[in-house]
């Protein structure tokens, strides 16, 4: 327990401090669930913008520290842009039947024109299969 009163000032104060912080950041949670779970609805919009100012305010006031609010507001504006964006007629019909389309899945276009695999694992196993193979060619 504190001894002087300053320090009893000072535990009130915190306590104070402690009960306003938590239920703001309740309230910016709730917000951005709320945000999350309406993507791709009608509502989404509005319920994001509603979450990001919940997430400004918070920052401003010392609740939430800015650099934890810019990466909360960044991945909610990129799940909002994600749902808004349409995607090509073959990802669909590949979403639609719940598997990924091998072109989109294994392999991407470079700048060249040529087709690179996407993963550095399936990179790697292609390599392998490649030098297994012209191994096998010299024996």
Avoid: F, I, W
Avoid at 75 to 90: C, E, I, K, W
Avoid at 104 to 118: E, F, I
């Amino acid at each position: 327990m504190a001894n002087t009163s300053s320090a009893r000032k000072r535990v009130r104060a915190a306590q104070r401090k402690h009960d306003r912080n938590r239920s703001v950041r309740s309230a910016v949670r709730t917000a951005v669930a709320k945000a999350r779970r309406a993507v791709g609805g009608e509502e989404a919009p509005e319920l994001g913008r509603l979450a990001t100012s919940a997430l400004d305010k918070a920052a401003e006031h010392g609740v939430l520290h800015p650099r934890n609010v810019a990466r909360r507001k960044s991945r909610l504006m990129r799940a909002l842009a994600a749902a808004t964006v349409q995607p090509a007629a073959g990802a669909r019909r590949a979403a639609a039947q719940g598997t990924k389309s091998k072109s989109t899945a294994s392999q991407r276009k470079t700048a060249a024109g040529k087709t690179k695999p996407v993963t550095k694992t399936v990179r790697t196993a292609q390599r392998s299969r490649r030098s297994a193979g012209s191994e096998a060619d010299r024996d």
